[in-house]
């Protein structure tokens, strides 16, 4: 059973930082793309970074030059550094990971259970 877990999370003022952290575990024979969204009340889920297995990333323009998306793949965990965060920031962030489970040959995605992060103004 592959599962994913997050923590990190957190009230913060604005200007502030938090780190969020999501760990893999489970029977594991690869880990792919590895990504993070986020859902506000009311609002759809958004993609904010992406990794992929050699380190390439994206961001959405919102968080560009603020947040930093990376992994330790030695130790199945990516990270979500989030700098000078702002109100609108504030939301339910969810880690997202493209695994292939030991034993299989399809690779599926799997979620974290979600962390809140609250930037107060």
């Known amino acids: 059973q592959v599962q994913l877990v997050e923590s990190g999370g957190g009230l913060v003022q604005a200007g502030g930082s938090l780190r969020l952290s999501c760990v893999a575990s489970g029977s594991i024979f690869e880990i792919v793309y590895l990504r993070w969204y986020r859902q506000a009340p009311g609002i759809q889920r958004e993609l904010v970074a992406s990794?992929?297995?050699?380190?390439?990333?994206t961001y959405a323009d919102s968080v560009k030059g603020r947040f930093t998306i990376s992994r330790d793949n030695a130790k199945n965990t990516q990270y979500l550094q989030m700098n000078s965060l702002k109100p609108e920031d504030t939301a339910v962030y969810y880690c997202?990971?493209?695994?292939?489970?030991?034993?299989?040959?399809?690779?599926?995605?799997?979620w974290g259970q979600g962390t809140q992060v609250t930037v107060s103004s």
């Open positions: 990794i992929s297995s050699v380190g390439t990333t």
């Open positions: 997202n990971a493209d695994i292939r489970p030991r034993g299989t040959a399809v690779r599926r995605g799997y």
